[in-house]
Structures are given as structure tokens and as C-alpha cells.
């Protein structure tokens, strides 16, 4: 038994003799309990209160509601709510505003504005974090144009003032869009109306253009942060550097590269992904292969789709010997090949007319549990049909059809990906 069960029997035994705990005591006991996620306690210790007419303040309420979101148990939280917080006077806008945002984490974005029109029943009035916690979840879902509606909402209400979290979601949803007109008279508006960018507001912006392939604008915007006195971090210079790249522009994301190093701003994994992709595809590899040795010298784990391009360029240059030293190398950095690397790999090893390997390779990534697909099964079963070695390629079938259930093997076709692998067919 542990201490918060002999608490829950303390309590147990002052109510049996007839002394009630204050509601200073019940409330600490609950939000104790749902700190450390004892939710059955705490559950308990609601019912028992109501029964005894226990009045419990608001945050009471909101620490048990809060820790159950931010467990992800929203479902739990909107159930608790509805069954017991009903029944209570002392609900605020804080009890909503928790709901709405853990309802919005997991994109229920209808089920989080039933719990905004239900706050007037309880004398409770939406404030700025309820309204961009729905335009936020809004923008999650691509309901862009609904999160503008509901801004000019925000707008039209004497007692309440957009802010720059406000603004800055919505132009986040247009630039994820791809709406980077619609996102740039936002931003401008949102300058006439006083109020100033942050750096978010700017890093969106400039991965919004990068992306489009205006690095004209993004450059702009790049300016116009450091002309309002914020410095750009790792999050601008990777989107600087992917815009760049975008647009065939290499050797500037590398010149950027070398500029984030001289003002020690530390590269993440994405920075690294942007560029590895970009050389790979420029075949330039063993530049490439540079940055995978220079990831060594950062703390944070690799992950698959920034090796896989690497991989994927020798394979396709007949280097199948290096692609095998690239995927050690992963595996040596706790880092785990995924269904890309080993189709990858396969096929590089079935274009060499490496049968055997290709099957070694074939039967390691089952042994480590990650599942092939029908792209990686067809082009094994196709390349061994070629090759003459109608056996392997009936036990590899085999093997899908009972041991993988993959009803229909059909003829494989071309694969296309981001980094076009190869495909026997």
C-alpha cells in the first residue's frame, strides 16, 4: 500500500468518525493524487465530497481536469466534467479553456466548440486563450478560413483584443497551406493593429516562403526580424537553408550553414535532414556522407530519413558496399532502420546481382520486426524471377502470403518517394 492509499484511509476513517475534512485538506489530497496520476483516488475523493457537501474551489478541479489532458486521457476529463463538475456552481473560464485545448490536441476540434457554447450556462465567458486555443486547433485541421472567421470574432468584441499568439496562428494555417498572400495581408494587418511579431510569427512566415519558393520574401521577412531586434535562431536558418534548397540553391544553404556555425547556433536534426537530401539529390554524396560524420559531434539520436538518402545515392551509384557501412553506422548510433532502409537496400543489392544478400537483408528485417510492404516484397520476388531463382522467389511469397498476411502480391511497379529509389520491375 502506498502513502496515498494510507492518506485515502485517513480520510476514510475522519468521515466515519464524524469529522469532516475541510475543503482546504480534501482539495490538497485530490491534487495530490492526480499529480502523481492516482486518477482512481482522486475520482473516489470527488464522489465523497459531493455526498458530503464538501465545497472545493475551482483549482481543485482544474489541477485534476489538467493532469488527466496532459495524459492525454482527454476523454476522461470530458466525462469527469460532464458527470461530476455539472453539478458544481464554481466552474471558470479556465475549466473550459483546459478542456478545449486537450479536446483540440487530439484535432476534436467539433467536440471542443460543444464545450465553448456550453461556458454561458455556466456564467463563464470565453477570454483571448479560449478563442486562439480554438483558432489553433482550427489551423491543425486545415479549417484555415473558419480560424480567420473566428479571429474576426475576436475582433469584433469590445471586451477582448487579438494578440500576437492570435495573428500568428492563423498566418501559421495559410502558410501551411500554402497561402502565402493570405498569410502576408494577416501580417500586415497585424502591424497596422499595433501589435508586434514575435519570433515565431517570423519563423513561420519564412518557412512559408521558403517553402513556396520565394526566397525573395522570405529574405525580407529575415530582415525585418533583425531590424525588430530578435536574433535568428536555429528554426530560421534550417528554413532559410531548406527554402534554398528548394529552389537549386545549394551552395547558399551551405554558405548559411557555415554562418549558423561562426554565430554558434547549433544545428538540430532537421537542419542536417535539409541538407544530406539536398546533396544526395545533387549527387553529391560524399558531401553528404561529411554531415553524417559531423552529426558525432551532436547529443541529439539520428533518425532513419536522414541516413535513408545516403543510402539510397550509393545504391543507386553501385556503391552497395558503402551503403552497407552507412546502415552499420546507424545501427551503431541506437539508430534503427526502417522499411525505407531496407527496401533501399535490397534493391541496391538486387540491381549488383547480389541475390543472397538481398534475401539476408530480407530476412534481418523481419527477424527485427519491422514489416515490409508490397513495394518491398514485389521488388525482391521481381528481381529474383530475373535473376532465375524462381525457389527464393516462391518462398519469399511464401513467407508474405502466411507469415505476413499480404493477400495480394501484385506485379511491382515504379516506386517514386522523395528520393526516387529504384525499382526492379
Known amino acids: 500500500m502506498g502513502l496515498y ?4 484511509m485517513v480520510f476514510d476513517c475522519m468521515r466515519s468518525d464524524g469529522h469532516l475534512p475541510d475543503s482546504w485538506n480534501v482539495g490538497f489530497l485530490v491534487s495530490s493524487c492526480a499529480q ?8 473516489k475523493l470527488l464522489a465523497e465530497v459531493q455526498c458530503d457537501e464538501v465545497g472545493l474551489s475551482s483549482f481543485v478541479y482544474n489541477k485534476l481536469l489538467d493532469e488527466l489532458v496532459k495524459r492525454n486521457l482527454v476523454d476522461e476529463a470530458v466525462c469527469l466534467f460532464r458527470e461530476h463538475m455539472g453539478l458544481h456552481s464554481h466552474l471558470d473560464t479556465c475549466t473550459f479553456n483546459i478542456l478545449i485545448r486537450g479536446l483540440c490536441r487530439i484535432r476534436e476540434v467539433d467536440k ?8 454561458g450556462g455556466f456564467g463563464c465567458s470565453p477570454d483571448v486563450v479560449t478563442y486562439n486555443t ?17 479571429l474576426k470574432e475576436v475582433q469584433s ?3 477582448l483584443k487579438p494578440d500576437v499568439v492570435t495573428y500568428t496562428s492563423v498566418i501559421s494555417g495559410f502558410c501551411k497551406l500554402g497561402k502565402m498572400e493570405e498569410a502576408s495581408v494577416l501580417f500586415d494587418e497585424m502591424i497596422s493593429s499595433g501589435i508586434k511579431p514575435n519570433p515565431i510569427t517570423f519563423n513561420v512566415l519564412i518557412n512559408g516562403f521558403g517553402k513556396a519558393g520565394d526566397m525573395v520574401s522570405a529574405l525580407t521577412m529575415h530582415e525585418k526580424m533583425i531590424f ?8 530560421t536558418f534550417t528554413s532559410l537553408i531548406d527554402g534554398y534548397c528548394r529552389t537549386g540553391q545549394v551552395n547558399q544553404g551551405l554558405k548559411l550553414w557555415h554562418e ?3 554565430r554558434n547556433v547549433t544545428p538540430n536534426v532537421y537542419t542536417f535532414a535539409v541538407l544530406i537530401n539536398a546533396l544526395c539529390k545533387e549527387n553529391r554524396l560524399h558531401e553528404a556522407r561529411d554531415f553524417l560524420r559531423q552529426m558525432k559531434c551532436h547529443d541529439f539520436v539520428p533518425k532513419p530519413f536522414m541516413y535513408n538518402p545516403v543510402i539510397d545515392g550509393f545504391c543507386k551509384a ?7 557501412k552507412i546502415m552499420a553506422e546507424m545501427e551503431e548510433k541506437k539508430c534503427h532502420p526502417d522499411k525505407v532502409t531496407f527496401t533501399i537496400l535490397i534493391i541496391g543489392h538486387c540491381m549488383k546481382g547480389r541475390m543472397f544478400e538481398a534475401i539476408n537483408i530480407f530476412n534481418k528485417m523481419l527477424s527485427i520486426g519491422c514489416a515490409p510492404d508490397t513495394i518491398t516484397v514485389n521488388s525482391l520476388i521481381s528481381c529474383l524471377l530475373k535473376a532465375g531463382m524462381p525457389n527464393e522467389a516462391f518462398r519469399i511469397k511464401k513467407t508474405a502470403s502466411e507469415d505476413l498476411h499480404m493477400s495480394s502480391l501484385k506485379r511491382a511497379i515504379p516506386l517514386r518517394t522523395d528520393m526516387d529509389i529504384p525499382m526492379a520491375i
Open 5 to 8: 492509499d494510507s492518506a485515502k
Open 36 to 43: 502523481v496520476g492516482r486518477f482512481d483516488l482522486a475520482k
Open 112 to 119: 471542443a466548440f460543444a464545450i465553448f457554447n456550453d461556458m
Open 134 to 150: 480554438l483558432i489553433n486547433g482550427l489551423c491543425r485541421v486545415n479549417e484555415v478560413n473558419r480560424a480567420h472567421e473566428l
Open 157 to 159: 468584441r469590445s471586451e
Open 228 to 235: 525588430l531586434g530578435y536574433f535568428p535562431d536555429v528554426v
Open 260 to 262: 549558423m556555425n561562426a
Open 318 to 324: 553501385g556503391n552497395v558496399d558503402e551503403a552497407n
